[in-house]
């Protein structure tokens, strides 16, 4: 219960929004999916003003966006382009690019890490879900 109360904040805000929290011994786990791309970066400031630089390897937040299969993703990489790949997985052919901020169509999730989506010149192929958030 210790860990619960430490992140108590990161806790309620997980909880009030789905999530699941177990108490695994000497980590705390926080599982689900959240609205949007804010709150799971206010979820990441929480825990890094608890832990600083995440040292203390006491919790582990597995929190996804939720996004919706034919909705709009957005690319939200730093400021190079996303690949869109032939396959899920890096050893695939490079078949278009996205650049970033473009907002793109989500086909389907293939699985959490890589999701089919359609460019906006119609180019179909798997990119690296990280790079991707829900327009809301």
């Not at 009030?16 to 926080?30: C, I, P």
């Not at 937040?61 to 996004?67: H, S």
């Amino acid at each position: 219960m210790a860990l619960q109360e430490k992140y108590k904040e990161l806790v309620d805000l997980a909880r009030q929004y789905g999530a699941t929290v177990s108490d695994e011994g000497n980590v705390l786990r926080v599982r689900g999916e959240v609205p949007s791309g804010a709150l799971k970066d206010k979820m990441w400031e929480i825990y890094d003003r608890i832990d600083p630089n995440f040292k203390n390897n006491d919790l582990i937040l597995d929190v996804n966006v939720k996004a919706t299969e034919g909705g709009k993703v957005k690319v939200v990489t730093r400021e190079s382009n996303l690949n869109i790949r032939k396959g899920p997985g890096t050893d695939q052919p490079i078949v278009g690019k996205a650049a970033h901020g473009d907002v793109i169509t989500l086909i389907s999730k293939a699985n959490n890490q890589w999701w089919l989506v359609r460019d906006n010149d119609g180019e179909e192929g798997y990119c690296y879900s990280q790079y991707l958030e829900p327009v809301q």
